[in-house]
């Protein structure tokens, strides 16, 4: 690791790993001090699983039990099945990403779900939180808040954990974050290595102020987060980024084709932040399928698709933003 991404390693990693690592006193005191509003976003398609249980712990000891929390919004990314329903009833506001900046149109993935989230939260302080995190995660948002309240000048706030892999209902201790390791994780080296330091460029679990999210553009799919890393590394430079170690992350896996699609959106967006570019590049990423009489090709568009920095849209500005 070159030195300035060691000495930020060093510098600006914490650890939150449970509950007994959280000062709830003075997290409420710097909440207080500051004048903070905490909004926490989940991003969800098709997590009835297990987004209630998420919501409920999450509203239970975070805004009704310990008031850290001001506002829990689920953002229905065009589920098909329960999600709004079982958030909506485990406690937290829901809203259709569709619904929200709706002259703005309506376009797939899971950045779209959370730049819109920007138009429907209220808080100067945003976590956000996959909405299908498996196991004991109550201490995520307290560990992602606190270096935002303990020094202004961290303006954004990665987690990182361990990675458990499960698959087909098979789980092994390690090997989780495929994309991160084989596809991004090279890339970043490569290309940023003053962000070599993150553990889990991907991850899915972070806070920042609403001051600098809403100066940066969103990746629409699966590159948002390391479209966030690469922007907000240019406008807050390396020493505004922290990292929390949060010991454990599990969630529901995704097969290899799926994460191919991933890795294919995260190198666009890679490409379309690097000197390199995205010019020619054919936006398109084709895998094959197996028929047992052949290939089949099967491909998938992975151009870069991106949402503008939300201080951009009048309606947000003008503070009509929301549902509409
Ligand atoms: O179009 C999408 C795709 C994903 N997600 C949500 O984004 C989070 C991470 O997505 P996923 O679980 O598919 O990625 P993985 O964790 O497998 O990398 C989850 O809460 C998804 O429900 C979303 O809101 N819209
Ligand atoms: O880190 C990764 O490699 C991928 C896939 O993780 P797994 O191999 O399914 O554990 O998961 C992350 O990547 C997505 C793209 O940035 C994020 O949106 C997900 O929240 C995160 O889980």
């Known amino acids: 690791m070159r030195p300035d991404a060691r000495a930020w390693f060093s510098g600006r990693t914490s650890t939150v790993r449970s509950a007994a690592d959280v000062d709830v006193g003075a997290l409420l005191h710097a909440k207080r001090r500051g004048g903070h509003r905490v909004s926490v976003v989940l991003p969800a398609r098709d997590e009835e699983a297990t987004v209630a249980g998420l919501v409920s712990d999450l509203v239970e000891r975070w805004v009704h039990r310990v008031p850290l929390v001001d506002e829990v919004l689920v953002v229905d990314s065009d589920s098909t099945d329960r999600t709004a329903e079982r958030a909506r009833a485990a406690g937290a506001e829901v809203v259709a990403a569709a619904d929200v900046l709706a002259a ?59 990675r458990p892999l499960e698959v087909g209902g098979h789980s092994t201790p390690a090997g989780g974050g495929r994309v991160t390791e084989l596809t991004a994780r090279p890339l970043l080296n490569a290309l940023w290595p003053e962000l070599a330091g993150f553990v889990q460029p991907l991850g899915g679990e972070y806070a920042g102020r609403r ?45 290899q084709e799926a994460l191919g699609r991933m890795a294919g959106q995260v190198v666009s967006a890679v490409l379309s932040r690097s000197a390199a570019g995205s010019a020619g590049a054919g936006g398109l990423l084709t895998q094959f399928r197996s028929d047992g009489g052949g290939f089949v090709p099967v491909s998938t568009p992975v151009a870069v698709d991106e949402r503008p920095p939300m201080v951009t849209v009048p309606e947000y500005r003008a503070g009509r933003a929301g549902v509409v």
Do not use: I, M, N
């Not at 307290?142 to 954004?156: H, S």
């Open 211 to 255: 001051s600098a999210l809403e100066q940066v553009p969103f990746l629409s799919g699966y590159g948002v987060e390391v479209g966030l890393l690469v922007d907000l590394l240019g406008l807050l430079g390396l020493g505004r980024l922290a990292q929390v170690d949060l010991g454990v992350r599990r969630h529901t896996s995704q097969d």
């Open 104 to 162: 703005h149109g309506s376009r797939p993935g899971k950045g779209e779900a959370l730049w819109k989230s920007l138009a429907a939260t209220t808080g100067d302080l945003l976590v956000f939180l996959d909405a299908d995190l498996l196991g004991d995660v109550s201490h995520y948002v307290p560990g992602l808040l606190a270096p935002l309240l303990a020094d202004q000048q961290v303006g954004y706030v990665k987690g990182c954990y361990t």
